[in-house]
């Protein structure tokens, strides 16, 4: 008899304006014992192999011994919208593979996708968190980042769809200027009540 019943893990995605705090709240995600694809970290593997040569080839003078330079990558890039926009066509399929390919694999009911441009790129979730802060702490994390600057932030902020438009998406919010405790506190929240709705 046919069954809706899904298939696979929970999947939670995981998105958040730069210097949102993202990356800290998938860190307290992963120590409830949550598997985490980390978008970012796949990225920076495929820089230091499949994707190389392929980079290299699109963008000439971007690779040092067979690895992505990043900074020579942003400079090759500059203010170009539509060289980025073919970057991200380049990276996209690479990404999803592995990230189906974690989801599959995963021996949890529960997963989590860190994915920075999650929404942007359109990734199908069971569930949405957005990690959030005031704008002026925002501001503040990422102009305190080395090699930052006003310009590029701004840069950076007008790629990204604004917090309001995230939080408006999201089945959960969880605020990241009070402090670690109170952000594990709203991740153990956020997960015993995606558990209840499991059972």
């Avoid at 920075?116 to 802060?133: F, I, N, R």
């Avoid at 969880?174 to 670690?180: C, Q």
């Amino acid at each position: 008899m046919p069954t809706d019943k899904k298939t696979g893990p929970f999947v939670i995605g995981l998105t958040g304006s730069i210097g949102m705090g993202k990356s800290q709240t998938a860190k307290l995600f992963a120590a409830e014992g949550v598997p985490v694809f980390d978008a970012d970290a796949v990225i920076h593997a495929l820089y230091a192999g499949e994707a190389a040569a392929m980079i290299e080839a699109a963008y000439p003078g971007t690779t040092k011994s067979g690895v992505v330079d990043r900074a020579a990558l942003s400079k090759s890039l500059g203010h170009d919208p539509g060289a980025l926009a073919r970057l991200e066509g380049l990276m996209h399929p690479l990404v999803a593979e592995r990230r189906d390919r974690f989801v599959a694999g995963a021996d949890a009911p529960i997963v989590l996708l860190d994915i920075p441009l999650l929404l942007e790129t359109g990734v199908t979730v069971d569930a949405l968190v957005v990690a959030s802060a005031p704008e002026h702490v925002q501001r503040a994390r990422v102009l305190a980042r080395p090699g930052m600057s006003e310009a590029k932030f701004e840069a950076l902020k007008a790629r990204q769809m604004s917090d309001a438009q995230k939080r408006a998406q999201a089945h959960y919010v969880v605020i990241t200027d009070k402090g670690l405790d109170h952000a594990r506190e709203q991740v153990k929240m956020i997960l015993a009540d995606i558990r209840a709705k499991l059972n």
